[in-house]
Structure formats: C-alpha cells, structure tokens
C-alpha cells in the first residue's frame, strides 16, 4: 500500500472521530474498567493512493508502523483511533523535529476547537515521524488562571465563593485541573495524537515554576526585563486580565459629547487674525468616564484646523467636520476667524503641535496637543480627546510624545482619589456624572446619543 493511502486514512479516520470523541470525553474517561483493544490493518480500510500522488521519502513501513485500534469503553461508546507503534525507536537517530505546542487549560472536557487544534497539530508530527524525523511530542497543560477559577466558582456559587479562603481555593483550583488533565488526556488520546501522555508537563509542577524563576532570572540579568505600563482589558469582577478574542460586544447607546478644553494661550495666528479672549479645543468622546485620565488632545497631523467663533467661545476643529458639529450643536449663527483675504484661516494639526491646556477634569494638570495617525475625520471634531491609561492608540501615540500616563480606576472599576471629584463612583454609573458636572461647568458644548 502506498505510504500516501496511509497518511489519508490517518486524516480521516481522526477527523471522523473527532466529533464523537468530544461529545463522549467526559463518559470516556469517567470509566474505570480496561478498554479492550482489537488489531486491523489500514490496508483493508484505505484505497490505493493515485500514481499522481506523492509518497514522503523515508524507509517508514505502513504495515508494520500504524495500527488502528477499536475500543468500547466501560460507558459503551465505541471508538477508534490511529496509532503509530516503534517509530520513535525507530527515528532515535533521526534529525529531531520537535513541536512546542501552546497548552490548553485544564478547565473542561475537551470541545471541537481541542479537536480541531490537536489533529491538525498531529498531522504534522506523524508526516515528519513517516520521513525519518526524530519527532518527541510531549504535551502540556496550562493549570493556572482565570478559566480554571471560574469553573471552581460556576461550582460553588457566589455565595461560597464569597466566603472561601484564598488558600481552599486554590486547593480546589488544583483538585479540578488534575481532575480535567486526565479528562483531556484521554479525549486526546481518542483522537489519536500520538505524544508522552504519560509524563506531560503541567505549569503547577513545582520543577516547572522553578524553571520559569530561573529563566526570567537569565533574562533579568541580561538586561532584558524592564517595568513599562500599558493598557489592558479587564475584567472587574474576575479579577483578571482579558484577550481580545473574550471580548464581546454588544449593541449599546452611548453618550456621545463635545466638551471645549481651555487653551493656556490664544494661538498667535489666530491671534494676528483678530482673534479676542479664550480659546479652546473641541473635542468629542464617546467615553466620558475617562475624562478624569486625560492628558493629551491628538489631532490628525496633516488635516486642517481653524477657529469657529460662536456664542462667545473661540472653538478649534478640523475644518472638514464643522457643518457637522454645527447641526448637532444646533449652531444658527457662527463665524471663522479669517484672514485678510476674508478666508478661514487654518493650522494644521502639525502646526498646532505643543499647545497646552487645562485639563477637563483634573484641572491640577496640563495637557499637551499632540498629533497621530490614528486620527479620523469622519465623525467628530479631528481632536480626540486622549487618556493613555484606557486606550490602546492614546498609549502608544503618548508614548511616542512623552505624554504621562494617568490611570485612576481600581480593580474593582472605581475610581480612585486620583479621579478627583469622581472618586468612589464607578465607572458604569459616572458617565451620566460627569456630564452633567460639565454641563454645570458650562464646558459641555454638545451631547447626543449614538447607538
């Protein structure tokens, strides 16, 4: 038989399998009594591979090194799975070829997307394994963090959870990923994936955490470790940091507001051009609650600002979105600072780089007017208001300007003294707070809701 036919009746075989050994994984492993193993040949099941098709080079022998084995387990499910026998013995000289496979939490019976990630994995290994590669998989489990602590919650309730110890938690934390190793492992093995099931490495290992010490000691001594801060997804009530791929969204009206910033100095261009009294930013957010963490206002360098007098104020914006901010505004009668020539007279966000203001909420501190490319002009004012603490785009532009980094909100979502006034509240009940407090200031020029 061609070695081609076997690789296809290997794909199959456990693809097939795939399905029935996620939904049996728990019943599967949850039996004690012995499975009983019969032998059949893949020669018998797979058909010729085409002339066309091309067989990895190596001496590896289809009858001898693959089995397929049937079971039924003690729960009465049937299954089959794929097994190389003696290849790695046969391969110890071989050039190695090792996967370092990323380990999945021990927090559940494993799922399709286990299935779907294990197999593909196996592919890869067995086709190397079949053209001579020394190929050792040894497989791994990730026993801590979040997904483990909230199966242990989801199990005792909140109430438990409220008054158990940090010590009987972490105890029960480990009792349910030893529980959810073998689980897994025999899911794993029921799909055939050929590895050391027998000695895997598991983060909670004393000799594994010993050796993550030892090499970010190696790293910090090299000179390669430093103390930075950066913005994260975070869940209050978890506790604990949140990927993008956790994160979803949901159809929501927020609060979308213009607020004028005060400008420490009227710009001297607007100035010569006839330009009296304050002169402010106008910038639009649809996040009030982190107004209080503001220190920077970015603008879109290349874009063109100019100053819209109304009502008494000297408002800068991108001159592209102003009939906009007007019919939200419900501007009737507004004007430009002009030049000379009778022309708008305009800066570009470049040119207005380095101005200061008073800070909306924390008036004890000035921000700067700084410039990105992230800065649109289709919707808004071209000025974003910029809290480096809460965003990704405000970190790294304020990183690139030296802007400081303000982040007064606590683990739990609450603001901390360094949110002034807003201390204490959280930050689901502060947007409709501070907006009212900015109305009270006479600095909330416009608000809408947007869905």
């Not at 290997?10 to 009594?33: N, R």
């Not at 030049?339 to 700067?368: H, M, N, S």
Request: net charge negative.
């Amino acid at each position: 038989m061609k070695r081609t036919s076997a690789i296809a009746a290997v794909t199959a075989a456990a693809l097939a399998l795939s399905l029935a050994a996620c939904g049996s994984a728990d019943s599967a492993a949850a039996s004690s009594a012995p499975a009983e193993s019969t032998t059949a040949s893949t020669e018998a099941a797979s058909p010729e591979a085409a002339p066309s098709e091309a067989a990895p080079a190596g001496d590896f022998d289809v009858d001898q090194d693959i089995t397929v084995i049937s079971r039924e387990d003690g729960s009465g499910t049937r299954g089959a799975f794929i097994e190389l026998t003696g290849v790695e013995e046969k391969n110890a000289d071989g050039k190695p070829f090792v996967l370092h496979d990323g380990p999945p939490y021990a927090n559940g019976p494993i799922h399709i997307g286990h299935a779907f990630n294990k197999i593909l994995k196996d592919f890869v290994v067995k086709s190397h394994a079949q053209r001579g590669y020394f190929t050792p998989y040894i497989p791994g489990w990730d026993c801590h963090g979040q997904p483990i602590e909230h199966m242990v919650e989801v199990t005792l309730g909140p109430e438990k959870m409220a008054e158990i110890s940090q010590v009987e938690l972490r105890q029960r934390c480990r009792e349910w990923a030893e529980k959810y190793v073998d689980i897994q492992r025999n899911g794993f093995k029921r799909l055939g994936v050929n590895a050391d099931w027998e000695h895997p490495y598991l983060t909670f290992i004393p000799n594994y955490e010993a050796g993550n010490v030892e090499i970010f000691k190696d790293l910090y001594l090299k000179g390669s470790v430093y103390r930075g801060r950066k913005p994260i997804h975070w869940c209050t009530h978890c506790h604990t940091a949140l990927a993008e791929a956790e994160i979803e969204y949901s159809d929501e009206v927020s609060p979308s507001i213009y607020v004028k910033f005060k400008l420490d100095a009227m710009p001297g261009v607007f100035e010569a051009s006839g330009a009296e009294g304050d002169a402010y930013l106008l910038i639009w957010t649809t996040t009030p609650w982190t107004l209080p963490a503001n220190t920077a206002v970015s603008l879109a360098p290349d874009a063109d600002y100019v100053m819209v007098t109304v009502g008494g104020d000297n408002l800068i914006m991108a001159k592209e979105l102003v009939e906009t901010v007007a019919e939200v505004a419900g501007w009737e009668d507004y004007d430009f600072v002009r030049g000379a020539d009778g022309e708008p007279v305009a800066l570009t966000g470049k040119q207005l780089f380095g101005l200061t203001y008073t800070a909306p909420v924390r008036r004890d501190i000035k921000g700067t007017v700084i410039y990105g490319d992230h800065v649109t002009l289709d919707t808004g004012t071209g000025a974003v208001h910029t809290a480096p603490g809460h965003g990704q785009d405000d970190y790294l532009v304020a990183l690139e300007f030296d802007i400081p980094m303000l982040m007064p909100v606590d683990d739990n979502g609450v603001f901390t003294g360094e949110a002034g006034q807003f201390a204490g509240l959280s930050t689901d009940e502060a947007n409709p707070v501070i907006i009212d407090w900015l109305r009270e200031q006479g600095t909330l020029v416009a608000e809408k809701k947007i869905n």
